[in-house]
């Protein structure tokens, strides 16, 4: 039998009525609003303070077809290409996969918008063409 001081304890809950309330063990971790899979995927990436820039050059010779710089809204394109380059020793179409699954979220925007996000753009691309390209560590002075 319930006593009554028990009800007045917890008056939004009525233990007849309600279901039993979910434990935290039922439950999956939520993400807290505002963060991406993104920011999560390049926290655990190799740093690149060191790096000035990363340019990316054709398999077959030096030209230079792009250049990621360490600025601000290209830390984490910079991050993810670094990380590509030492794990894959180039561009290759299967770093390039990894690297769409690095993006996470803005994988998705990119192939909605084209040109939006040039530097997933440009996995794509890679992927579609299979081609690789060659990166050349600019380092910070």
Do not use: C
Not at 12 to 18: E, H, I, L
Not at 48 to 72: G, I
């Amino acid at each position: 039998m319930n006593h009554p001081m028990d009800q007045a304890a917890n008056p939004a809950t009525n233990p007849a009525t309600d279901p039993p309330a979910e434990t935290a063990i039922d439950q999956a971790p939520a993400k807290p609003a505002g963060k991406s899979a993104f920011a999560d995927n390049i926290k655990h990436l190799p740093g690149v303070s060191h790096l000035a820039a990363l340019q990316l050059l054709e398999k077959d010779s030096d030209e230079v077809v792009a250049t990621v710089e360490h600025k601000p809204g290209q830390v984490g394109s910079l991050t993810v290409y670094n990380h590509l380059a030492l794990t894959f020793g180039a561009i290759t179409p299967q770093a390039a996969n990894k690297g769409l699954e690095l993006y996470a979220e803005h994988t998705a925007d990119a192939r909605a918008n084209p040109g939006k996000h040039p530097n997933i753009d440009r996995l794509l691309n890679l992927i579609e063409e299979g081609r690789t390209l060659r990166v050349k560590h600019v380092f910070a002075t």
